[in-house]
């Protein structure tokens, strides 16, 4: 037997946790009674339309790769859709990319944006993925915190605050998660202008732009003198019910499309091809389902939010994507022993709002995109929990 006397992985990788949501999904298989508000996903099966042009295309045949780019009418498809809601006119043959989700678009910009020791400012809390995305890509994350005193939106000020010579780029993830916050005209325009004057990227990832409640989403990147140094990123997986398909895209100049193409093109080559087609289908016809699951994540956000708030959790109003971000300080306990006894005793799981970053502590995540009667069930233990714990 030989001894391998080397480390056997990379620093970087090795350094990086893995995400905090993780075991919070592996929970629930298994224990008998137990409701998940754990998973950012919707309940929603993929409409029956999408799912049929999706078989339709393997009957067809078209069961090869397909352009690294993404077939030619899905790209035109995303061009005219992202001109149409955004305001937006990307050229479907040079700044559209297809990737693997939002999530294989945001690492794609970054790989091929960052230099070694570049900036990155990004929201706190955010999306699990953005600070080891930034690390991995040779970044420096720079937190900026969000509060919920300000609905926990990304304010100018505190942006321009965190900027140094240093800085490369601008993180953007709103509508947030895990937080449910939305950015005000002000704050888009704000951020915009700090991102010319100190001539930044923004990489934006609108991925629950159309889930909004009572107000409209506005992409940074339709701003004045943004496209141009933005990195637009959206995806069907959760505006479609698509999680399990993995497609989403890239918009942005040809110069940092034709860097992200190669990665892609050396690492997945494209995307699963049937999926590329019940993503075509969803932006063809798939209006009418996208405003019939808005209503109903609309009606379940506001019984979470009311019945959190009735019992004692103190919630901001989330204006966007389908998650609840109520404060748990109220029962003296922190957000991991909240979330870790609320299963043992209540079967009901939560994310603890420390996984998103330092300034998600004292924060649960509950996400509801699950039946009302779930919903209703899952807060009724909920509330119990906090009666008995409620020191
Ligand atoms: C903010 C955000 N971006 C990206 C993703 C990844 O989405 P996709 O399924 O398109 O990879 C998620 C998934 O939860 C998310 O919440």
């Given at each position: 037997m030989t001894i391998v006397k080397r480390a056997l992985t990379n620093?970087?990788?090795?350094?990086?946790p893995a995400s905090g949501i993780r075991r919070f999904f592996d929970m629930v298989s298994g224990v008998e009674g137990s409701i998940s508000l754990g998973v950012g996903e919707p309940d929603f099966v993929t409409p029956e339309r999408f799912r049929q042009a999706a078989i339709r295309s393997i009957d067809e045949g078209h069961t090869h790769y397909t352009s690294n780019y993404g077939i030619k009418p899905l790209r035109e498809a995303i061009a005219e859709h992202t001109a149409r809601l955004r305001g937006l006119r990307y050229d479907p043959a040079t700044e559209i990319l297809v990737t693997v989700g939002v999530s294989e678009a945001v690492d794609l910009a970054l790989r091929a944006t960052l230099n070694d020791g570049d900036e990155v400012i990004v929201a706190d809390p955010s999306y699990v993925a953005y600070v080891p995305g930034i690390v991995l890509a040779g970044g420096v994350p720079v937190p900026v915190a969000t509060d919920e005193a300000s609905d926990f939106r990304l304010l100018p000020e505190d942006v321009e605050r965190a900027v140094t010579p240093r800085t490369r780029a601008i993180l953007l993830g709103f509508p947030n998660n895990p937080t449910g916050a939305v950015l005000e005209a002000r704050d888009v325009e704000g951020i915009a202008g700090i991102a010319r004057e100190h001539d930044l990227l923004v990489y934006s990832d609108e991925i629950y732009d159309r889930l909004v409640y009572g107000t409209e989403h506005r992409s940074i990147a339709a701003e004045p003198g943004m496209k141009e140094r933005s990195v637009?990123?959206?995806?069907?997986?959760?505006?479609?019910?698509?999680?399990?398909?993995?497609?989403?895209y890239a918009c942005a100049p040809a110069a940092v499309i034709e860097q992200m193409m190669k990665i892609h093109q050396?690492?997945?080559?494209?995307?699963?091809?049937?999926?590329q087609y019940a993503a075509l289908e969803a932006l063809r016809s798939g209006e009418p389902e996208v405003g019939r699951m808005v209503?109903?994540?609309?009606?379940?956000?506001?019984?979470?939010?009311s019945r959190f708030n009735a019992m004692g959790l103190h919630c901001f109003e989330p204006r966007g994507a389908f998650y609840c971000f109520p404060s748990v300080s109220s029962t003296g306990l922190d957000d991991e022993e909240f979330a870790a006894r609320l299963f043992k005793e209540e079967k009901v799981v939560v994310?603890?709002?420390?996984a998103f970053g330092e300034r998600g502590k004292g924060h649960i995540r509950a996400c509801y995109a699950t039946s009302m009667e779930r919903i209703h069930e899952a807060c009724d233990r909920i509330e119990r929990f906090v009666n008995?714990?409620?020191?």
């Amino acid at each position: 037997m030989t001894i391998v006397k080397r480390a056997l992985t990379n620093e970087r990788v090795t350094k990086i946790p893995a995400s905090g949501i993780r075991r919070f999904f592996d929970m629930v298989s298994g224990v008998e009674g137990s409701i998940s508000l754990g998973v950012g996903e919707p309940d929603f099966v993929t409409p029956e339309r999408f799912r049929q042009a999706a078989i339709r295309s393997i009957d067809e045949g078209h069961t090869h790769y397909t352009s690294n780019y993404g077939i030619k009418p899905l790209r035109e498809a995303i061009a005219e859709h992202t001109a149409r809601l955004r305001g937006l006119r990307y050229d479907p043959a040079t700044e559209i990319l297809v990737t693997v989700g939002v999530s294989e678009a945001v690492d794609l910009a970054l790989r091929a944006t960052l230099n070694d020791g570049d900036e990155v400012i990004v929201a706190d809390p955010s999306y699990v993925a953005y600070v080891p995305g930034i690390v991995l890509a040779g970044g420096v994350p720079v937190p900026v915190a969000t509060d919920e005193a300000s609905d926990f939106r990304l304010l100018p000020e505190d942006v321009e605050r965190a900027v140094t010579p240093r800085t490369r780029a601008i993180l953007l993830g709103f509508p947030n998660n895990p937080t449910g916050a939305v950015l005000e005209a002000r704050d888009v325009e704000g951020i915009a202008g700090i991102a010319r004057e100190h001539d930044l990227l923004v990489y934006s990832d609108e991925i629950y732009d159309r889930l909004v409640y009572g107000t409209e989403h506005r992409s940074i990147a339709a701003e004045p003198g943004m496209k141009e140094r933005s990195v637009y990123l959206a995806g069907f997986s959760k505006s479609y019910a698509m999680t399990g398909w993995r497609v989403g895209y890239a918009c942005a100049p040809a110069a940092v499309i034709e860097q992200m193409m190669k990665i892609h093109q050396y690492t997945v080559m494209c995307v699963p091809t049937s999926g590329q087609y019940a993503a075509l289908e969803a932006l063809r016809s798939g209006e009418p389902e996208v405003g019939r699951m808005v209503a109903e994540y609309d009606a379940r956000r506001r019984v979470m939010w009311s019945r959190f708030n009735a019992m004692g959790l103190h919630c901001f109003e989330p204006r966007g994507a389908f998650y609840c971000f109520p404060s748990v300080s109220s029962t003296g306990l922190d957000d991991e022993e909240f979330a870790a006894r609320l299963f043992k005793e209540e079967k009901v799981v939560v994310v603890p709002g420390s996984a998103f970053g330092e300034r998600g502590k004292g924060h649960i995540r509950a996400c509801y995109a699950t039946s009302m009667e779930r919903i209703h069930e899952a807060c009724d233990r909920i509330e119990r929990f906090v009666n008995r714990n409620t020191r």
